[in-house]
């Protein structure tokens, strides 16, 4: 009997794949469902590999609340679920609002249904520092007013209310809403990282790419921001760290604390050129970058106040920027084209399951 089955959603994706590696090590049996759509399953392979365990794979959309039930069905020992499945790209939301209101959305709806015909009522959902729009206060504590300033924001806000909404009608329901903020780095293996297909929308992502070849020089998107060097804060949290705040996040929620909102950052903040320079460091070359306009919607400093997840979830970011640049050069260096299969592949029977 696996007493501490978790069913991942997204969990073939760059955060949700370090998360199953870390549950996997906390001893948590891990299912996972995913469609694919910005994902391989090499990663899963790659998970195995990691930890020497085996992962229950389903290739399943949200959006087939048939498919999940039945997953939650095969699996009764399933016992809570962390959601990081959903589209992300801020800049593409805007163009296919529709598309993102509904995977997102429409696919959290369809799980949380799911999940409640199941009798299933443990939630950590993937939230953002993007709910905090322009905050008005630095570093940002949860308490802070949110409201996003793009569709993909707006899913993200919507659903953290909605989730609230459900944990206030129905209080057997708890809920970890955990707000990341710049995810960075890569497992320290050196064989899983952040994948990201076509250009990479990130600054760290895209950095790796102009380090290996694949891009020329990065754009700075502006430097005429109030910082010291001119160009936007952010807080820069460590992929493994991030990990293991949803296992802190998951051992609270056995306390029964209703619906919980988290930062996860390390509550310090660092500038476009400062991440250019340690990660330079890290490659051993100055990588070539330009200063071009500032891209829409970007605002001048999101660092988070994470003392509420430090205190109440006994969690604190360690890894320093160095390690991060480190480590993500190293996953990068050695797998110059990410992980080398393309969604879409004829998937090996041994690694998925079919609904
Ligand atoms: P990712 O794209 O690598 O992972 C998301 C996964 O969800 C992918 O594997 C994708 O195939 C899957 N997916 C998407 N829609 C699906 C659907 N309808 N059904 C099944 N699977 C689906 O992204 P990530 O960076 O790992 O982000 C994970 C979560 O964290 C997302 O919800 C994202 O919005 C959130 N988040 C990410 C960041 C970031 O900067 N990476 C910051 C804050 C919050
Ligand atoms: C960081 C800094 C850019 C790329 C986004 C989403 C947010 C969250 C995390 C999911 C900014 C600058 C970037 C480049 C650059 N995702 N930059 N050149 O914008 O803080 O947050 O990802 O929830 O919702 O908005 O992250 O990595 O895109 O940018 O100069 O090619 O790097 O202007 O100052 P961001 P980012």
């Given at each position: 009997?696996?007493?501490?089955?978790?069913?991942?959603?997204?969990?073939?994706?760059?955060?949700?794949?370090?998360?199953?590696?870390?549950?996997?090590?906390?001893?948590?049996?891990v299912v996972?469902?995913d469609?694919?759509?910005?994902?391989?399953y090499?990663?899963?392979?790659?998970i195995?590999?990691?930890?020497?365990?085996?992962?229950?794979?389903?290739?399943?959309?949200?959006?087939?609340?048939?498919?999940?039930?039945?997953?939650?069905?095969?699996?009764?020992?399933?016992g809570?679920?962390?959601?990081?499945?959903?589209?992300k790209a801020?800049?593409?939301?805007t163009?296919?609002?529709?598309?993102y209101?509904?995977?997102?959305i429409?696919?959290?709806?369809?799980?949380?249904?799911?999940?409640k015909?199941?009798?299933v009522?443990d939630?950590?959902?993937s939230?953002?520092?993007?709910?905090?729009?322009?905050?008005?206060?630095?570093?940002i504590?949860?308490?802070?007013?949110?409201?996003?300033?793009?569709?993909?924001?707006?899913?993200?806000?919507?659903?953290?209310?909605?989730?609230?909404?459900?944990?206030?009608?129905?209080?057997?329901?708890?809920a970890g809403?955990?707000?990341?903020?710049?995810?960075?780095?890569?497992?320290?293996?050196?064989?899983?990282g952040?994948?990201?297909?076509?250009?990479?929308?990130?600054?760290m992502?895209?950095?790796?790419?102009?380090?290996?070849?694949r891009?020329?020089?990065?754009?700075?998107?502006?430097?005429?921001?109030?910082?010291?060097d001119g160009?936007?804060?952010?807080?820069?949290?460590?992929?493994?760290?991030?990990a293991?705040?949803?296992?802190?996040a998951?051992?609270?929620?056995?306390?029964?604390?209703?619906?919980?909102e988290?930062?996860?950052?390390?509550?310090?903040?660092k500038?476009?050129?400062?991440?250019v320079a340690?990660?330079?460091?890290?490659?051993?070359?100055?990588?070539?970058?330009?200063?071009?306009?500032?891209?829409?919607?970007?605002?001048?400093?999101?660092?988070?106040?994470?003392?509420?997840?430090?205190?109440?979830l006994?969690?604190?970011?360690?890894?320093?920027?160095?390690?991060?640049?480190?480590?993500?050069?190293?996953w990068q260096?050695?797998n110059?084209?990410?992980?080398?299969d393309?969604?879409?592949d004829?998937?090996?029977?041994?690694?998925?399951?079919?609904?």
């Amino acid at each position: 009997m696996d007493q501490k089955s978790v069913l991942v959603t997204g969990g073939a994706g760059y955060i949700g794949s370090h998360t199953v590696i870390e549950l996997l090590n906390a001893n948590y049996s891990v299912v996972i469902i995913d469609n694919l759509c910005n994902s391989s399953y090499e990663a899963v392979r790659r998970i195995e590999k990691i930890t020497g365990k085996s992962v229950t794979f389903y290739k399943v959309d949200l959006l087939d609340k048939k498919a999940m039930v039945e997953v939650f069905k095969r699996h009764p020992n399933i016992g809570s679920v962390i959601h990081f499945a959903g589209l992300k790209a801020v800049g593409e939301s805007t163009k296919i609002p529709l598309d993102y209101y509904h995977n997102n959305i429409t696919g959290t709806v369809l799980l949380l249904q799911a999940m409640k015909e199941n009798n299933v009522k443990d939630i950590i959902f993937s939230s953002s520092a993007t709910v905090y729009g322009d905050p008005p206060i630095i570093p940002i504590p949860e308490t802070c007013p949110t409201g996003a300033t793009n569709p993909y924001g707006r899913t993200k806000h919507y659903i953290e209310n909605m989730i609230r909404d459900l944990c206030t009608a129905e209080p057997d329901w708890n809920a970890g809403l955990l707000r990341y903020f710049n995810p960075a780095g890569a497992h320290p293996s050196g064989i899983l990282g952040e994948n990201p297909l076509g250009i990479p929308n990130n600054l760290m992502p895209f950095l790796a790419q102009v380090a290996i070849g694949r891009r020329e020089y990065l754009s700075v998107f502006g430097n005429d921001f109030p910082t010291k060097d001119g160009t936007p804060i952010r807080d820069y949290i460590n992929v493994v760290d991030l990990a293991k705040g949803h296992i802190a996040a998951l051992e609270k929620l056995r306390e029964k604390p209703g619906c919980v909102e988290y930062n996860l950052g390390t509550g310090k903040g660092k500038t476009v050129l400062e991440m250019v320079a340690a990660f330079s460091k890290a490659v051993g070359r100055d990588l070539p970058y330009k200063i071009v306009g500032r891209r829409a919607g970007d605002v001048t400093n999101l660092t988070a106040n994470p003392a509420k997840a430090n205190e109440e979830l006994k969690w604190k970011a360690e890894v320093s920027i160095e390690e991060s640049c480190a480590s993500l050069w190293n996953w990068q260096s050695k797998n110059p084209n990410g992980l080398e299969d393309c969604p879409g592949d004829a998937p090996p029977e041994s690694i998925i399951c079919y609904i």
